[in-house]
């Protein structure tokens, strides 16, 4: 999260809001990564709309 904040903020985007998606991400099977869609769904959603 440290990173993502770091990097939004050199991009000129500290505001941005963002979402976390619980790791790993690279080696999930399909069935995982539509796990952690679902986790994260009504985060994103959220970001989107307020």
């Given at each position: ?22 790791h ?23 970001a989107?709309?307020?």
């Amino acid at each position: 999260m440290d990173a993502a904040d770091v990097q939004a903020t050199a991009l000129g985007m500290k505001d941005a809001k963002v979402v976390f998606v619980r790791h790993p991400i690279q080696d999930a099977t399909d069935d995982e990564m539509r796990g952690k869609a679902d986790e994260t769904l009504e985060a994103i959603l959220d970001a989107l709309t307020t």
